[in-house]
């Protein structure tokens, strides 16, 4: 049977990592490369790299550093952060990622998701969105350019609408969440999953590994995505993954065989 | 065995011609299909869009190609994922009033790649994630040393069904089963993808390159 | 482009370093603060604290005192020594003993202080160093996790529940706020701070023939044991204001030996002494962050009003970020031996650890480096 993936998040800005409280990413952390080479020596099940300040300019995408890092990545690596345009899809495969990620670019123009789901299949376009709950009454407002601009989309309606565009998965980020450790917010990843017949990856506010349980166990999600967590305290996705276990939760297990004759 | 990675314009070629530089083989990137003379073996990639890749093919004189080096000069041949699915008769993806029975692969083993939800698959699709690997014959051949039960790594919609059961060397369970790895003659496929599968996968892809076939 | 701190010269590639919007770094606010502290009331803080902790009857330590043998450890030792303190000082050896690390370390122990050293066994230890360099571009990361971790494993194994540690370097270097009021060293902290740049000790069994019993000075107790002895750390920084030259002044005065000569890649001569991979640990942050010993150097003293903003971005120009052909006096390759590594290698991996985007590189995009294998940073300074 499929199992729950568990997905460590690089949030990526300039010259190196970094982490953000409610998407407020000043703090430095340490390079990329060093984190690539970690969670791929810990043979984690997918890794999830945002370029988050990419959005802002219409220079070129870091291919060179994408290069870089797949290089020394052999993990399923999904790559984000101002994808505008179809032909960046290709170049960023061909560095190494298996998937791509479009945030803010589809709001504007969502059949850029049908064309890369066209061109590269579904299961290559993950449809990231942002939200904060909407202050008056039910339901999460989408936000795009990382957390800054309200489009004034509603979270099912949206996740809904890029289904039907051709997105393989949707991560579905909770703003406020974002680096607090202090869970996930299960109201809307259960709503996106109910609204939607497609994966869906949880991510922002996981602290311990009762969050990650929570998540799958009690809103449905496919994976679960997290940075803080892992960057910041003694839990890993090792960890993760045996809590999971314990709690019933299918999840991979490392091949313990020989890869050489 | 030189092995080559044949490059027809799609594919994940950074990743494949990355885990066979970990395994220490020095893979040679074939860009004209006159190239794969100089090989013994053959792993054609594949992500994305079956109709367009097989377009490509067509396009660029692989399809005629393959037919000699593989059926003609039984090269071992390795598909991976959509080049898994391009060694089928044909596949619905793509299919449309235009053309209602799907777009034609390579034929290389007779059967159709149908849509997950077509085969009666009511779970999420695509397909995406670490699912175990059962059925395989685990001494000599692809899965040499792999134990039964293994996790790979699966991201796709469509699945291959080989006409002949024969020809299906590994399944894995999504809800129905489905088709994992492929085998005929000295002509194999994976649905996964080995050189993302950590271990295991890179496991495989020696066990392509060093043993006999499949 | 590179943008720096009006105040200091450090670069805001420097992880927990946040420039404000007068262009000011946390670090140089945080020293200006200084001023408002109430260091009296600290100074009384202190004391109650070590009341508390101390005993009294003699049948154990008061506290455990972490320590190298460098100007700091001996200045915290004599000042423990000054409050009537009976500490068990804990080392853990370095990577690379330099001959005047081991007389400091001597000259330390005469001040009159029970000793207790801890060496990893040495040859697993240049394995560790080996995997930090390629793993995450830091030789020192086993140093940093022993440091971090033997005195604590000491208390607990001592039955001593005070650790006094010298500097919280969050304090002095900026870092997060929250970070710089907590005056404890903890689990939480080792993780964040501790500059184990994501890797974990759990993620080296397997690696290089590392088996678990490897690890055993490099496992941090758990929750249960630090809870059964009550184990507290402190900083002696926070209750004391913190200077490198004056520590270094009083260490002196108290035996303390300095180098002959100005440390490579450095503008003094009374820090860093005891390691010689300290000059590759320097280079590498260089390569990544752009900044070296000789940038860390400048702020401090700037901060302190010792070299103007000018004198000290001219001495970086002219020391930082130098290739470590030799520290203290032993060649790369000696150094690199032990870890089963060529120069060749060594430039390779330093080349892969490059942030790219911060030095001066040609028309094909490759690093541009002088005779001696030097990098040049795009801008030393803001437009």
């Known amino acids: ?13 300039q010259f190196g990592l970094v982490k953000g409280i409610g998407f407020d990413s000043w703090r430095r952390v340490g390079p990329v490369l060093p984190a690539i080479k970690v969670y791929n020596q810990r043979e984690v099940d997918e890794l999830v790299l945002v370029d988050i300040v990419a959005h802002r300019s219409d220079d070129e995408l870091d291919f060179e550093s994408i290069d870089e890092f797949g290089q020394d990545c052999f993990v399923p690596l999904t790559v984000g952060g101002g994808i505008t345009r179809i032909e960046q899809v290709q170049r960023l495969l061909r560095a190494g990622a298996d998937k791509v990620s479009v945030n803010t670019a589809a709001y504007s123009r969502p059949e850029l998701v049908s064309d890369i789901a066209k061109r590269h299949g579904a299961q290559c376009v993950v449809a990231s969105i ?67 017949k497609i994966p869906v990856i ?59 004759n | 065995m030189r092995v080559g990675v044949i490059d027809y314009g799609v594919g994940n070629l950074g990743s494949v011609m990355r885990a066979l530089e970990e395994l220490r083989v020095a893979p040679i990137l074939v860009t004209r299909a006159i190239d794969m003379h100089a090989t013994d073996g053959l792993i054609l990639p594949g992500v994305g869009n079956f109709a367009d890749c097989a377009r490509l093919l067509g396009e660029g004189g692989w399809s005629q190609a393959l037919q000699e080096e593989v059926q003609g000069r039984h090269k071992p041949l390795l598909g991976v994922c959509v080049g898994m699915q391009l060694l089928a008769s044909c596949s619905m993806e793509g299919a449309d009033a235009n053309a209602p029975e799907g777009t034609p692969g390579l034929g290389f083993i007779p059967g159709r790649v149908e849509h997950l939800g077509a085969l009666g698959c009511t779970l999420r699709v695509p397909h995406v994630g670490w699912n175990e690997v059962s059925n395989c014959a685990t001494s000599g051949g692809l899965f040499d040393g792999i134990p039964d039960g293994t996790d790979f790594y699966f991201v796709h919609s469509y699945a291959f069904m080989p006409e002949d059961r024969a020809d299906v060397l590994a399944t894995t369970d999504y809800g129905v089963p489905v088709t994992a790895a492929v085998r005929r003659g000295r002509i194999c496929g994976t649905q996964f993808h080995p050189e993302k599968s950590s271990r295991a996968g890179f496991r495989l892809l020696r066990n392509f390159i060093e043993g006999p076939a499949c | 482009m590179l943008a720096y701190c009006k105040h200091c010269v450090m670069p805001d590639t420097k992880p927990d370093l946040h420039v404000d919007d007068e262009g000011v770094c946390n670090a140089c606010r945080s020293y200006e603060k200084r001023k408002e502290v109430n260091w009296d009331a600290r100074h009384k803080e202190l004391l109650q604290l070590l009341e508390k902790y101390r005993r009294r009857d003699g049948s154990n330590w008061d506290c455990i005192v972490p320590v190298s043998g460098g100007k700091d450890s001996t200045y915290q030792v004599v000042r423990m020594l000054q409050l009537g303190l009976n500490p068990l000082c804990v080392t853990s050896t370095t990577c690379d003993l330099t001959p005047l690390g081991r007389k400091n370390i001597e000259n330390l122990k005469h001040l009159g202080v029970d000793y207790v050293e801890m060496s990893p066994n040495p040859l697993i230890r240049a394995k560790l160093n080996r995997i930090g360099l390629t793993q995450v ?134 820090e860093n002494l005891d390691n010689h991979q300290t000059g590759i640990h320097d280079y590498f942050k260089f390569l990544k962050f752009g900044f070296g010993r000789a940038t860390d150097l400048a702020c401090l003293h700037i901060r302190r009003g010792r070299l103007t903003r000018q004198d000290g971005m001219e001495a970086v120009k002219r020391l930082d970020g130098k290739f470590p052909r030799e520290y203290l006096g032993k060649s790369l390759e000696d150094i690199l031996r032990p870890l089963d590594m060529t120069v060749d290698e060594f430039i390779r991996l330093c080349d892969k650890f490059t942030n790219k985007k911060i030095f001066k590189r040609d028309a094909s995009g490759a690093l541009i480096k002088d005779p001696d294998g030097n990098l040049t940073k795009i801008n030393y300074d803001n437009a």
Request: include cysteine.
């Open chain 1, 1 to 13: 049977m499929l199992k729950v993936r568990v997905i460590p998040t690089l949030l990526w800005k």
């Open chain 1, 130 to 196: 942002d939200v904060r709950k909407n202050p008056n009454g039910g339901g999460w407002q989408c936000f795009s350019r990382a957390g800054q601009h309200p489009t004034g989309r509603e979270v099912r309606e949206w996740a809904r609408e890029i289904e039907g565009r051709g997105a393989g998965e949707i991560l579905i980020t909770s703003i406020e969440r974002d680096g607090t450790l202090q869970g996930y917010d299960l109201a809307l990843i259960e709503a996106v999953v109910n609204a939607v």
């Open chain 1, 202 to 260: 949880a991510s922002g506010g996981a602290g311990n590994y009762q969050h990650m349980i929570d998540a799958v166990k009690n809103a449905g999600a496919s994976a679960v995505a997290a940075a803080s967590i892992f960057h910041f305290t003694e839990q890993t996705p090792a960890g993760a993954k045996a809590a999971m276990q314990a709690a019933g939760i299918p999840v991979r297990q490392n091949f313990i065989g020989s890869v050489k």
């Open chain 3, 137 to 270: 571009g830091d030789i020192s990361w086993p140093e940093h996790v022993g440091i971090f971790t033997i005195p604590v494993r000491a208390a607990v194994q001592f039955n001593v529940r005070l650790l006094l540690w010298g500097e919280n370097s969050q304090d002095e270097y900026g870092g997060p706020a929250t970070a710089a009021k907590n005056n404890v060293l903890n689990r939480r902290w080792l993780e964040e701070f501790g500059g184990l740049l994501g890797m974990r000790v759990s993620d080296l069994v397997g690696m290089e023939g590392i088996e678990a019993k490897h690890l055993i000075p490099y496992t941090y107790p758990s929750d249960e044991e630090l809870a059964r002895v009550g184990v507290t750390g402190l900083f002696l920084g926070h209750y004391i204001p913190w200077d490198g030259l004056s520590n270094a002044l009083i260490a002196q005065a108290n035996g303390f030996h300095t180098y002959d000569k100005v440390v490579e890649g450095s503008m003094v001569n009374y």
